[in-house]
């Protein structure tokens, strides 16, 4: 499909363990952002590229978190030592068709969902 | 302070009525865009609707609009003939700042739960 995939949809973890979640964006989308949901609740902003450039990472709870898009495409988040307070759906969307770069309505994968226990 | 207050946990609604989902928000930025977004139990979130701060009209897209009262901060997304398919969780949610680059976070509401009952 030509939507936004993220893999692997679900993932447990043991607390301690490092993980790493994998975002497909829209192909040729130039904004791609990383979202943590927490059960019950509205997502929340962690981290957003342009193309290959970390342009606002302040949404990182620390710096166990890492984000990157080396190629400007695929971008992967990476949790070292996972805690149970990480335990939440990690939301990727992508923006920005470069031809219209004032699109800005932002198109969500379907998630990864992180259990640690 | 909340940047999106979405006041309604839950609501029940029967099967081909209109619904309206409140949202209000808080800026002091004059360029802001407002996003509502549908969160079926799959878990994925589907973008509905889209209202800039300076359109000057209310934005619609099928079934859906958004009552956008601009002095009132409020931008209330409206479901016409209510189907089952749209019992799932709806978002709120605003992009600060302009459209440039660098400008494009969305801030989001903590949702309303809605169920259709047939």
């Known amino acids: 499909g030509a939507g936004v995939s993220q893999s692997p949809r679900y993932k447990v973890a043991k607390r301690g363990q490092d993980v790493a979640l994998r975002c497909d964006p829209i192909s040729g989308h130039v904004s791609l952002f990383w979202y943590q949901q927490a059960l019950g609740q509205g997502p929340e902003f962690l981290t957003y590229f342009q193309n290959e450039a970390q342009l606002d990472k302040s949404g990182l709870p620390s710096d166990r978190f890492f984000a990157e898009r080396p190629e400007g495409s695929v971008s992967t988040l990476k949790i070292q030592r996972t805690q149970q307070e990480d335990s939440a759906v990690y939301l990727c969307?992508?923006?920005?068709?470069?031809?219209?770069?004032?699109?800005?309505?932002?198109?969500f994968g379907p998630g990864t969902r992180l259990t640690v226990l | 302070a909340q940047k999106i207050t979405q006041t309604q946990p839950g609501m029940f609604v029967q099967e081909k009525e209109a619904v309206t989902l409140d949202c209000t928000y808080d800026?002091?930025?004059?360029?802001?865009?407002l996003f509502w977004y549908k969160q079926p139990s799959s878990g994925e979130m589907i973008f509905l609707i889209y209202?800039?701060?300076?359109?000057?009209q209310n934005a619609t897209e099928g079934r859906y609009s958004l009552n956008f009262q601009k002095a009132r901060k409020s931008a209330n997304l409206v479901i016409s003939a209510s189907q089952l398919g749209d019992s799932a969780m709806y978002f709120c949610?605003?992009?600060?700042?302009?459209?440039?680059?660098?400008?494009?976070?969305?801030?989001f509401g903590t949702g309303t739960r809605l169920t259709i009952i047939p």
């Open positions: 209202q800039g701060s300076y359109d000057q």
């Open positions: 800026t002091s930025d004059p360029s802001y865009g």
């Open positions: 949610a605003m992009r600060e700042g302009g459209t440039n680059f660098g400008n494009e976070k969305l801030t």
């Open positions: 969307a992508s923006s920005g068709a470069p031809w219209r770069p004032s699109t800005d309505t932002q198109y």
